[in-house]
Each structure stands twice: as structure tokens, then as C-alpha cells.
């Protein structure tokens, strides 16, 4: 089975991966190859910090390697917090200061579209490969749900009346920006085996 580091420190973002992945892909977590450091993720761009963190891990250890970077962009707020997402309270930020902030900075706006962007990122000798995954939806005002993470509880997406973090995490993993993205990514590995 084909062997690929996914280097991200984030339990969440590994699971919901693995079960797109399941038995087709081997994936190796950052644990697995025993790296414990921090991924420098200094670009202005989502799609910049998933090349930057691809490229980090396969320079180190010289094995294919695919990254994701994630941003939510709110059309009120000209695509703000966007690569920002992570910090947009500050340097360390919880989930729920970001959503507070969030819903503070979107007072009074009638326009509540939003998108979650993915870019994942794939690094091996021979290339760099991105793959998107885009969802739209709406924020709403107050939080609901206590499933998923970050910006979940006021994210709906198009099409349903729940929140992300009122879904289950097999609805949510079917439909996400992520989903997509890895879908993408899983299609690419598959209909190119090595
Ligand atoms: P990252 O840089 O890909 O880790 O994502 C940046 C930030 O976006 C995270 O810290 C979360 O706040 C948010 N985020 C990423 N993916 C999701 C998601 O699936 N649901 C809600 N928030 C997310």
C-alpha cells in the first residue's frame, strides 16, 4: 500500500482524513515518523503555508508528503480572517475566541456568507501538486453544536439547516472543504499508483 506523510499536528484533521483514506492509503502522521516540531507557516496565502508545510517535512525526510492549509473567508469582511484563521484573536487564540471575535466583528451584518477554503498540498521528487475544496454557507449569530472544532458551531453550510458542529462527524466528512480537497487528492493518488 502506498505510504504518505501527512504532516499536520492536528488529531482532528487526521481523522477525518483517514476515514476519506481508510485501507486504499498508508497514512503516516507526524507522530508516526516521530516529528514532533513546529511546521513554519509564514506565507500570506492558504495555498503558500500548505506548499511551505509540504515542502518542510519532505525536505527532512525525504518521503511524500502532502499538507493542508484551511481558512474561512467572510464575504462582510473582504475574505477576513481567512489564512488568519487560526490566529484571528491573537497569537494563541482559542477556538471560542475566534468564534466570539467573529461573531463580534459581523454585528449588525445582514450579509453572512462564508466559505471554508482547503488546499492540500502534495510534495514528492517528482512534483507539487495542489488540490481545493471549497463550501459555502452562512454564519450565523449565535453558536450551536459541540461537535467538530474551530469555526464550526456558527458555520451552516448551503443546503442544511445544522451547523457543522450539529452534524455527525460522517455527514460533516462527506461534505466538508476538506472532504473535497482530499477527495481530489485521494482520486489523484489513486488514478496515478506507483
Ligand atoms: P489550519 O491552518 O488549516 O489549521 O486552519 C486554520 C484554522 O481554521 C483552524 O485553527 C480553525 O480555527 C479553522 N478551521 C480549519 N478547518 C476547520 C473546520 O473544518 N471547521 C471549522 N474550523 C476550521
Redesign the pocket.
Known amino acids: 500500500m502506498r505510504e504518505i506523510i501527512f504532516a499536520?499536528n492536528?488529531q482532528h484533521?487526521l481523522e477525518?482524513i483517514t476515514s476519506i483514506t481508510k485501507d486504499r492509503i498508508n497514512l503516516l502522521s507526524l507522530k508516526d515518523i516521530g516529528f514532533d516540531g513546529d511546521i513554519p507557516?509564514t506565507s500570506d496565502s492558504i495555498e503558500g503555508?500548505a506548499i511551505q508545510k509540504a515542502a518542510y517535512i519532505f525536505d527532512r525526510f525525504a518521503k511524500e508528503c502532502f499538507a493542508?492549509?484551511?481558512?474561512?473567508e467572510v464575504e462582510a469582511l473582504n475574505g477576513a480572517p481567512g489564512v488568519w484563521?487560526?490566529r484571528y484573536a491573537g497569537e494563541n487564540a482559542t477556538?471560542q475566541d475566534?468564534v466570539i471575535k467573529l461573531l463580534d466583528a459581523l454585528k449588525g451584518s445582514t450579509n453572512r456568507k462564508a466559505r471554508?477554503k482547503?488546499v492540500i498540498a502534495l510534495k514528492n521528487s517528482e512534483e507539487t501538486i495542489t488540490f481545493e475544496g471549497i463550501i459555502n454557507g452562512q454564519i450565523i449569530e449565535t453558536a450551536r453544536g459541540n461537535s467538530?472544532?474551530?469555526?464550526?458551531p456558527v458555520?451552516v453550510p448551503d443546503g442544511y439547516y445544522q451547523t457543522?458542529a450539529e452534524m455527525s462527524s460522517e455527514l460533516?466528512n462527506t461534505i466538508?472543504?476538506?472532504a473535497l480537497a482530499t477527495i481530489k487528492l485521494t482520486k489523484y493518488l489513486l488514478d496515478n499508483l506507483r
Open positions: 499536520t492536528n484533521k477525518e507557516e503555508n493542508d492549509d484551511t481558512g474561512l484563521s487560526a477556538y475566534n471554508f482547503t467538530g472544532f474551530g469555526y464550526d458555520f457543522f460533516k466538508s472543504h476538506r
